[in-house]
């Protein structure tokens, strides 16, 4: 049914690992130091995925937008020293990554998480790392779900979008796999739900990082 994969791209929260505690607590600090309302772990689900500002516009009341920006600081502040608190790879990934490399297929991580924390996480959990490419937000690169980011790694690894497998748990990550004619999979283990991946383009949906390998 489906062949000639010949890389994988990962998206990172929600997906290689579960950092949803750790955001979540960064933000409602940073909430509370702004006297602003905090939100439920749970609300975090639908606020993630879209890069720190909008993680911060989500957060703030309708009538604080305009301290986006100090959030913005505040958070990534807080992040910095707490991003590993309670952050782990969800499990199987890691077997999963190392039969992927085993097999000789290129593996990139893309995410709209900042470049600087993506890069750290991987190099935090993944021991020599086995990804090719590691990428996060960086300026001038508009974020997923526009395909830039994405078919700027195929063209680095020199490998064809239509030779992709991507992996994400978000429609972000749906629709930038679409967008960049790439094979979208949608993973169960992460924030969103079956229903969300299937509408924004998941071509199959997975319940465990071992499914993964059957799609090869």
């Given at each position: 049914m489906t062949q000639g994969f010949r890389a994988v791209l990962f998206d990172l929260d929600g997906t290689l690992a579960d950092t949803l505690a750790d955001l979540?607590?960064?933000?409602?600090?940073?909430?509370t130091a702004l006297g602003c309302p905090t939100h439920p772990l749970a609300a975090y689900r639908y606020f993630i995925g879209d890069g720190v500002r909008d993680l911060c516009l989500r957060a703030l009341p309708a009538d604080r937008q305009h301290?986006?920006?100090?959030a913005q600081r505040l958070m990534r502040?807080?992040?910095d020293a707490h991003c590993f608190d309670e952050t782990r790879l969800y499990p199987g990934i890691l077997e999963l990554v190392a039969a992927l490399h085993q097999r000789g297929l290129k593996l990139a991580v893309l995410s709209n998480k900042p470049d600087v924390f993506t890069k750290r996480m991987i190099e935090y959990y993944f021991r020599p790392s086995p990804f090719d490419i590691v990428r996060?937000?960086?300026?001038?690169?508009?974020?997923?779900?526009?395909?830039?980011?994405a078919r700027q790694i195929a063209e680095e690894l020199g490998v064809p979008p239509i030779q992709w497998l991507y992996l994400g748990d978000t429609n972000t990550d749906m629709r930038t796999a679409c967008?960049?004619?790439m094979y979208?999979?949608?993973?169960?283990w992460g924030f969103r739900e079956r229903v969300e991946l299937?509408?924004?383009?998941?071509q199959r949906v997975i319940a465990k990082p071992e499914d993964v390998l059957q799609l090869l």
């Open positions: 979540a607590n960064a933000i409602n600090h940073t909430l301290l986006a920006d100090d502040a807080h992040y996060g937000q960086i300026a001038k690169v508009p974020l997923k779900p526009d395909p830039t980011a967008n960049a004619g979208a999979v949608g993973v169960l299937v509408e924004s383009g998941a």
